[in-house]
T-cell receptor, first 114, second 111 residues
Framework: ETGVTQSPTHLIKTRGQQVTLRCSSQ?????VSWYQQALGQGPQFIFQ???????GRGNFPPRFSGLQFPNYSSELNVNALELDDSALYLC?????????????FGPGTRLTVL | LAKTTQPISMDSYEGQEVNITCSHN???????ITWYQQFPSQGPRFIIQ???TKVTNEVASLFIPADRKSSTLSLPRVSLSDTAVYYC????????????FGGGTRLMVKP
């Protein structure tokens, strides 16, 4: 286990709704990254948060937004849900400035949009 | 970021050694090679990371030739529980790095 937790585990929404996914990073980690993984594909980078600010973004529209809190936990918000947003959403934590430098992934949140 | 190419799938049997090769012809001087393992409906798990020559840990070995244009993940004596998707990633060795995943290699271990 990596110590990264995500909630909820599963979620079902309908098109047009909004969703908030949560992530608690591993103790001591100050950087959180979010990834979207469609069925049968590798994870795709959404964005990263460091010191409560967005620090890099992948090719995702503005309706994907996020927050990082002082305790380094994070939220991913998706507005105006579309059917293609159905995926496994992964959160990964890491710590800048120290080793190891790889990212620790949580178990993910499975989002289904109907 | 350097693009990686790896086989889509591989089959093996319990007890065998499995070698998964990844090509990364455009690897940059400051890029490291990192492998992750992913089971269904779980997040990827770090396996091993290296820069050159050979790295070994309790799970796997990573072989990197001198030109660094490819790398080979070696899993000794696989078991059924090693059935998973294995991803090869190339990029800077820092915790703020945006990870770029390809399609990975789906390894099926048979009894």
């Amino acid at each position: 286990e990596t110590g990264v937790t995500q909630s909820p585990t599963h979620l079902i929404k309908t098109r047009g709704q909004q969703v908030t996914l949560r992530c608690s990073s591993q103790s001591g980690h100050n950087t959180v990254s979010w990834y979207q993984q469609a069925l049968g594909q590798g994870p795709q980078f959404i964005f990263q948060y460091y010191r409560e600010e967005e620090n890099g973004r992948g090719n995702f529209p503005p309706r994907f937004s996020g927050l990082q809190f002082p305790n380094y936990s994070s939220e991913l918000n998706v507005n105006a849900l579309e059917l293609d947003d159905s995926a496994l959403y992964l959160c990964a934590s890491s710590h800048r400035g120290t080793r190891p430098t790889w990212q620790y992934f949580g178990p993910g949140t499975r989002l289904t949009v109907l | 970021l350097a693009k990686t190419t790896q086989p889509i799938s591989m089959d093996s049997y319990e007890g065998q050694e499995v070698n998964i090769t990844c090509s990364h012809n455009n690897i940059a001087t400051n890029d490291y090679i990192t492998w992750y393992q992913q089971f269904p409906s779980q997040g990827p798990r770090f396996i091993i990371q290296g820069y050159k020559t050979k790295v070994t840990n309790e799970v796997a070995s990573l072989f990197i030739p001198a030109d660094r244009k490819s790398s080979t993940l070696s899993l000794p004596r696989v078991s059924l529980s090693d059935t998973a998707v294995y991803y090869c990633l190339v990029g800077p060795n820092n915790a703020g790095n945006m990870l770029t995943f390809g399609g990975g290699t789906r390894l099926m271990v048979k009894p």
